[in-house]
């Protein structure tokens, strides 16, 4: 097994190789983990288009060298026809189309947000051009496919919601593209051009937010220029739990966040060690039952919220929840389900630490590809109901609930860790997991996301409340699980349904240590 990477002047973890090196060449430079990030994510959401994109949304969690940490909400709303009436004869909103693609795509309008914050912090910006140079050479001239893009086309290619726009885009030619082939994305490249030539804020306002508007008119989206216009990222402070070894930190609602950290305290609640795999697993997939109970009834758009989430991280609710925790399984049917989602982290010499996520939430999104701009559109708003008065129910300007969720932690011991994955409902799993693992059990960094994980729940192709094993646990952790009532199903051995993490730490003597996710075509690499 690989060993970790450790460095001293800067390091990056991402799940794509290509986009490892894009956060390397702004570190080399000087530049800041936050301008670092923005480059790794231009270059994924080209390099990644089936699990994230410009035509999405991202959120950041940002330690910096002094002062309190700094949450972005870059999410949009639902878009102002997005009401009732427009999903007349619908039980609930489809999973692809133009009727998916129904709120505001935040992603872009955060990467300026960042970069603004780091002029504040009194340090010169690398231009945007530097930053994005990579992402518009790889749309231009093209970039290997990736072994997960072509799976997940294949998972997509014959299914009916296919638009003639898309087909252009991702099987041009009416091909197949195949695992090292070279992809381009010409049109994607113009508008990248565009955002370098008249601002990251021309994707919201100006003439290419009007070419963007003219696009979503023409294929039925509910969004409006004005919508567009209106968007603006938020500031917030993170959710923070204190706990045996520190305090973790983690972004409140509309995501999970809630979630990953109630996770974490249960098991801290109820000192779980882990010297027991199978007892460890148990009370982890009982605890997301918990957590996720307290999710669907809870979590929302923050104004439609009406308890404070951080009485949700209180001591007397964690107890009740680790007090619910029994020698048996329980069953629940109300999982969320996969997500496509990039999770990437990057630490500098100057003291920034960036855990950050960026989505389409579904496979390809929305599958709307905007015409004339090659940006492929998200489809986050179908975690709205049709139902009304429900906190989840569709309204204009809503923001939709969001499965993504960065994480961090500040240790006793002076460590600071960033951490994340992808997965919609397999997050908060695998963050418990890795978290876990190095910190309570003091696995090495790079065998805690290595090992074999789980994820419970709903997975592409299985619906329903098993729990899905890797295929690398002993036959003692598999009957401990079987023997409590957990209905197993055995995943592949690198299975990417429990998703792509990554861990980087700052140890108190300054040296910088990550760890990439084998099951991702990623790296970690540092100078």
């Not at 003219?214 to 216009?229: F, H, N, Q, S, W």
């Not at 978290?435 to 192709?461: A, C, E, M």
Request: hydrophobic share 35%; glycine share 10%.
């Amino acid at each position: 097994m690989a060993s970790s990477v450790t460095s001293t002047r800067g390091l990056a973890v991402t799940p794509h190789q290509l986009a490892t090196q894009s956060a390397m060449t702004v570190l080399r430079d000087g530049g800041t983990a936050v301008e670092a990030a923005v480059a790794a994510a231009a270059t994924i959401a080209v390099v990644y288009p089936h699990m994230n994109s410009i035509g999405g949304d991202s959120f950041w969690l940002i330690i910096p060298p002094r002062g309190d940490p700094l949450v972005i909400e870059a999410c949009g709303v639902a878009g102002s026809q997005a009401n009732l009436e427009f999903y007349e004869g619908f039980d609930e909103i489809p999973i692809r189309g133009p009727k998916a693609a129904n709120t505001v795509a935040g992603t872009v309008g955060g990467w300026q947000e960042a970069l603004d914050y780091v002029s504040e912090c009194g340090y010169q910006r690398k231009s945007i051009s530097k930053l994005l140079a990579d992402a518009i050479y790889y749309a231009n001239h093209g970039f290997p496919i990736s072994t997960s893009q072509e799976a997940d086309l294949k998972e997509v290619k014959n299914e009916g919601w296919l638009s003639s726009e898309f087909k252009k885009n991702f099987l041009p030619n009416g091909t197949m593209p195949k695992t090292g082939e070279i992809f381009c994305q010409k049109k994607l490249a113009e508008t990248l051009k565009h955002l370098v030539e008249n601002g990251l804020t021309s994707f919201y306002r100006g003439k290419l937010a009007k070419k963007i508007v003219k696009g979503m008119k023409e294929v039925g989206m509910p969004i409006t220029e004005e919508d567009l216009a209106n968007y603006a990222p938020i500031r917030k402070r993170p959710l923070r739990l204190l706990h045996k070894y520190g305090e973790l930190l983690n972004v409140p609602p509309p995501t999970q966040g809630l979630v990953s950290l109630s996770i974490l305290g249960i098991l801290d609640k109820l000192n779980i060690d882990g010297k027991n795999e199978g007892e460890f697993i148990h009370t982890t997939v009982e605890a997301t039952k918990q957590a996720f109970d307290m999710r669907d009834e809870y979590i929302s758009d923050p104004i439609c919220m009406k308890i404070d989430p951080n009485f949700l991280l209180s001591d007397k609710v964690i107890t009740a929840m680790a007090n619910n925790i029994g020698p048996k399984a329980r069953s629940l049917r109300n999982v969320v389900g996969p997500g496509d989602t990039v999770w990437l982290g990057v630490m500098d010499d100057k003291g920034f630490s960036v855990s950050f996520i960026q989505s389409t939430y579904s496979t390809f999104g929305s599958g709307v590809v905007i015409p004339e701009t090659g940006i492929l559109w998200h489809n986050r708003g179908i975690s709205f109901t049709l139902a009304k008065d429900h906190i989840r129910s569709l309204k204009p300007g809503k923001k939709p609930f969001h499965t993504l969720n960065p994480a961090a932690a500040r240790l006793n011991d002076g460590r600071v860790i960033i951490y994340g994955t992808r997965g919609g409902d397999g997050q908060p799993q695998t963050q418990a997991a890795i978290f876990h693992r190095y910190v309570i059990q003091n696995v090495p960094l790079q065998k805690s996301v290595s090992d074999p994980r789980w994820l419970y729940g709903n997975t592409i192709g299985i619906n329903d409340d098993s729990l899905k094993l890797e295929d690398r646990f002993d036959e003692k952790t598999i009957k401990y699980l079987k023997d409590r009532g957990h209905k197993v199903v055995i995943l592949p051995p690198y299975s990417a349904c429990v998703g792509f993490a990554g861990i980087l730490v700052r140890h108190s003597n300054g040296v910088m240590e990550g760890a990439y996710d084998p099951r991702s075509n990623g790296s970690a690499a540092g100078f």
